[in-house]
């Protein structure tokens, strides 16, 4: 690259508002960036929120608990005892490991829950029937999340 090329670089980055340039020819790579010390800017802060107006809901009597749910209260719960992903059975092509209307007993295998690629066996810890399993197959499970509702014998 010629040196009157790189000089006449230079005056194009000092007389535009271009603050850097690079230039590549072969090999050879120059690159020019402009000092901007005495250039002001202007700063602005974030657009002024709109105002907004909430009006509180009207108060109504108590609902009373679906019979459903109350029902539930009544069942032992399993519950994840980590976060991770809820499986059903130990791969794809398997049969789960208990479905509802299934006897249990204790230390039986109910799922699996996969926590940075662990798989972890939950187990029952009561005798009885399976009666509901909360949680999806490959789904996302919390920690102390019920999985499984237990009719206990």
């Given at each position: 690259m010629d040196l009157n090329l790189i000089k006449k670089l230079i005056k194009i980055v000092e007389q535009s508002e271009i603050t850097d340039l690079s230039v590549e020819e072969g090999e050879l790579k120059v690159s020019i960036t402009k000092s901007s010390n005495n250039q002001k800017y202007a700063v602005m802060g974030p657009p002024p929120m709109p105002a907004v107006?909430?009006?509180?809901?009207?108060?109504?009597?108590?609902?009373?608990?679906?019979?459903?749910?109350?029902?539930?209260?009544?069942?032992?719960?399993?519950?994840?005892?980590?976060?991770?992903?809820?499986?059903?059975?130990?791969?794809?092509?398997?049969?789960?490991?208990?479905?509802?209307?299934?006897?249990?007993?204790?230390?039986?295998?109910?799922?699996?829950v996969e926590a940075m690629k662990l798989m972890n066996e939950i187990e029952s810890d009561v005798s009885g029937k399976i009666v509901k399993i909360l949680v999806d197959n490959a789904s996302p499970v919390e920690y102390n999340q019920p999985l499984f509702l237990i009719e206990e014998e």
């Open positions: 107006s909430y009006q509180a809901p009207a108060p109504s009597a108590a609902p009373a608990p679906a019979p459903a749910q109350a029902q539930e209260n009544n069942y032992h719960e399993i519950k994840s005892p980590i976060v991770g992903t809820f499986y059903k059975a130990s791969s794809p092509e398997s049969e789960p490991f208990v479905k509802v209307g299934d006897h249990i007993k204790p230390g039986m295998v109910l799922c699996i």
